[in-house]
């Protein structure tokens, strides 16, 4: 099984999300997010949401996963966080699944088809590497990117490097402070999971980079 892309979910969350978030500044980053979240037709969406965040990624979010009759969690560190953050969604009219705890624990806990991270804290690494992807594969999103990138490609491909789950497919968007999306595979396990088969830990794997649009391929040989 794998993620199947459809376009006409993701065209009809985006402009919902436009609706929803015209008030919102950056709110091109939070319609794009919720485009990809259904587009993927994800049933689980999983974000990491701290104080001082802004919510239209957040709204985004859910309303993706009202068109893929799918869940919308979202990982706060503390009980303050948890009234903050569900005071702005409830102002908009949207009420998602709230835990609180540290991410990277939480996560494993969690059969995650997209997943968004931020950039800017200190724990994306650890929160992305620990999670635990479903059998269809997993979209990836991390938010302000370019913060992080010296060398043209956002970081959640160094993530990967010498692992067991290997990224199919990479890009680093210039929307925002940048965001880096990328495509798990189907069959690569997560923390946690049962593990691959001595065929896919076994394969080759040759990274190609498209010059003109940046795009990274991973083949398997």
Not at 10 to 22: I, P
Not at 80 to 106: H, Q
Not at 133 to 138: K, L, M
């Amino acid at each position: 099984m794998k993620l199947v892309w459809s376009p006409e979910i993701a065209a009809k969350a985006l402009v919902d999300t436009v609706k929803s978030c015209k008030l919102f500044d950056g709110s091109s980053v939070a319609e794009l997010i919720s485009a990809m979240a259904a587009g993927w037709n994800a049933k689980l969406i999983v974000e990491t949401w701290s104080l001082g965040d802004m919510a239209a990624t957040s709204i985004g979010l859910s309303i993706a996963s009202v068109h893929t009759c799918g869940k919308h969690v979202c990982i706060v560190p503390d009980e303050e966080t948890k009234v903050a953050y569900t005071s702005v969604l409830k102002n908009a009219g949207m009420s998602p699944e709230v835990i609180v705890g540290e991410p990277e624990d939480v996560v494993k806990g969690l059969v995650i088809d997209f997943l968004v991270v931020d950039g800017r804290k200190n724990n994306f690494g650890r929160v992305v590497t620990a999670a635990k992807f479903g059998v269809r594969g997993a979209v990836l999103v991390c938010k302000n990117a370019c913060l992080m990138s010296t060398d043209g490609y956002g970081p959640l491909r160094r993530l990967f490097e010498g692992g067991s789950r290997r990224v199919v497919r990479s890009v680093l968007l210039p929307v925002g402070h940048g965001l880096d999306i990328a495509y798990v595979a189907a069959g690569e396990s997560g923390s946690g999971s049962v593990s691959g088969s001595d065929k896919v830990k076994k394969s080759r794997w040759v990274r190609r980079v498209d010059r003109r649009s940046g795009e990274e391929f991973m083949f398997r040989k």
